[in-house]
């Protein structure tokens, strides 16, 4: 029997595509998932012009008595049914909403915490072909941000399914700053605090995951402040990659950005600022966009150096080997 949740999502930057599908495992099952442009006929009020659909299928092999069970499904749902297909219902949207999150953190599309509209679009089908909704299905109202344009090829999306099934999730520090993002332009003092915050918990989870004999120290001993660590630690630590043989401090101009930031932060947090303008905002969380996916490339994610702001990316280059391309 084959179980599908679908959910309507504000906008993902597709390209030029108007429907993709990946396939992914999670624990030895197989999910098929499905993102497609919505038609304008099918659009329901409520729906943006970009909205999209999203779909998750799986299939699960039944017992005969569930078989015969699903024959003939009635509204409201026995126990014994609710029961079983609970777990499943969950899973796809725990399966969509990781999937999406490392979408966008791959992709690099800015947009918001929470990234279904509504769904709860829960049905089933026999041959995978002809679909019945399962009665009583629960939707969801969530709320999403505006992503930023871009191109991406086909490595790239396949990227992002290899991500989902050896379960690489979007680092912590990515996940805070998509909150902040979320804020920049309604409560700017509360996402430089939060943006800030990203940008140190990035760096400690980078850090233990390099150092793992080190973890316990990096977590729970006060540390320096971030721009020292990122100019005095972050060299001596050994990274899966590296640029030229080098792991360097990020460039003066990001770790200036920084530093104006949490420098802002602090004011902030003892009441000394009052007020701060969105401009100034965003301008600190690219910055630490950039810090975080500096961070992932050295990581081992070749694709990250790609994300990076190209002024800061020639900093890097000319500090490593002025006359050669940046390593990759």
Do not use: C
Request: proline fraction near 7%.
């Amino acid at each position: 029997m084959f179980f599908r949740n679908t959910f309507i999502i504000k906008p993902l930057h597709l390209a030029k595509d108007d429907h993709l599908t990946f396939t992914v495992t999670d624990d030895e099952r197989t999910v098929v998932i499905e993102i497609q442009k919505i038609p304008a006929e099918q659009r329901q009020k409520g729906y943006g012009d970009n909205d999209l659909r999203i779909s998750a299928t799986i299939e699960i092999e039944l017992s005969g008595k569930r078989k015969v069970q699903f024959l003939d499904l009635k509204s409201p749902l026995s126990n014994s049914v609710q029961e079983f297909i609970r777990p499943f219902g969950l899973f796809l949207y725990e399966t969509v909403i990781r999937f999406i999150k490392t979408f966008r953190w791959r992709l690099r599309n800015e947009n918001g915490v929470n990234p279904i509209r509504s769904g709860g679009g829960f049905a089933y089908s026999p041959d995978g072909k002809e679909w019945k909704p399962l009665p009583d299905q629960v939707r969801l109202i969530l709320q999403w941000s505006l992503p930023v344009p871009q191109q991406y090829s086909p490595k790239d999306l396949i990227d992002v399914q290899d991500l989902v099934s050896v379960n690489i999730p979007e680092p912590v520090g990515h996940e805070l700053l998509q909150e902040a993002w979320e804020l920049r332009r309604t409560a700017t003092r509360s996402a430089l605090v939060i943006g800030l915050a990203a940008a140190e918990t990035g760096f400690k989870q980078f850090s233990s995951a390099q150092i793992p004999t080190a973890s316990w120290l990096i977590e729970n001993v006060p540390s320096p402040p971030l721009t020292k660590m990122l100019q005095n630690f972050l060299p001596q630590i050994p990274t899966k990659l590296s640029i030229y043989g080098r792991v360097l401090a990020p460039p003066d101009e990001m770790i200036k950005i920084i530093n104006k930031g949490v420098t802002i932060r602090n004011e902030i947090v003892h009441g000394k600022k009052a007020t701060v303008s969105s401009e100034t905002v965003e301008e600190i969380l690219n910055a630490i966009r950039d810090l975080l996916y500096l961070l992932d490339y050295y990581d081992g994610h070749l694709w990250a150096w790609a994300h990076i702001n190209p002024i800061h990316l020639n900093s890097l280059i000319a500090s490593a080997k002025p006359d050669k391309e940046a390593s990759q």
